[in-house]
């Protein structure tokens, strides 16, 4: 099963930010939080991952509590094109089967005009 | 750089039939997965690649059998078709080294009748 809780599905107005919280309460202290999205019936796309440090990029920005059992991406300017199915996921940082991904379902964004 | 290639992108086989997908990445990555993807669902691993030279099974790996052929090339087998494995096939390469992503291909879609 997932290692982590998200909720199914949220809104987001277009140009204002986008938080997409993720509960993973039972990650390890080698784990990994790492952030995908698939739009429509694409390939999933990586966006963003972090151990324990807030992490930013040009898509978007990772904020870790402190405990790490929580996290939160965050898009700062939604567009439409940003709808899509995000998935939150805990992995180890390895190969072989430490680095294979667990999808959950994921958060259904919708971005609306 | 391609990425990942999948073929081919969409496929109808009667159940009972055979076929055989296929995957290449141009990455020079250690690790390959294959993944499949029913409606509503998130994506599940039928089976990996650690590197070149090994397969391991994953979540869903009945019905099917691999081959990593080179460091290249991973393919899918589905050796007797049956209706429950209609869904979207996604191939995936990792290069094995910390901290990086999955690249995933387009997908094929595969309808049993």
């Known amino acids: 099963d997932a290692k982590t809780t998200q909720p199914p599905s949220m809104d987001c107005a277009e140009g204002r930010a986008a938080n997409l919280p993720c509960n993973h309460s039972t990650i390890s202290g080698n784990e990994y939080v790492y952030w995908y999205r698939q739009i429509h019936s694409q390939g999933p796309q990586y966006i963003i991952h972090?151990?324990?440090n807030n992490e930013t990029n040009e898509m978007a920005s990772l904020i870790i509590t402190e405990d790490r059992k929580s996290s939160t991406l965050i898009l700062p300017h939604a567009t439409l094109r940003d709808t899509a199915v995000y998935y939150c996921i805990v992995r180890g940082n390895y190969g072989g089967s430490q680095g294979n991904l667990i999808f959950g379902k994921g958060t259904k964004l919708s971005v609306k005009p | 750089n391609a990425g990942v290639t999948q073929t081919p992108k969409f496929q109808v086989l009667k159940t009972g039939q055979s076929m055989t997908l296929q995957c290449a990445q141009d990455?020079?990555?250690?690790?390959m997965y294959w993944y499949r993807q029913d409606p509503g669902m998130g994506l599940r691993l039928i089976y990996y690649?650690?590197?070149?030279?090994?397969?391991d099974k994953g979540e869903v790996p009945n019905g099917y059998n691999v081959s990593r052929l080179n460091k290249r090339e991973f393919s899918l087998r589905l050796e007797s078709a049956a209706p429950s494995q209609t869904s979207v096939y996604f191939c995936?390469?990792?290069?094995?080294?910390?901290?990086?992503?999955?690249?995933f291909g387009p997908g094929t879609r595969l309808t049993v009748l």
């Open positions: 990455m020079n990555h250690n690790s």
């Open positions: 995936a390469s990792y290069s094995g080294v910390s901290y990086n992503e999955q690249f």
């Open positions: 972090g151990l324990k």
């Open positions: 690649s650690a590197s070149e030279g090994t397969t």
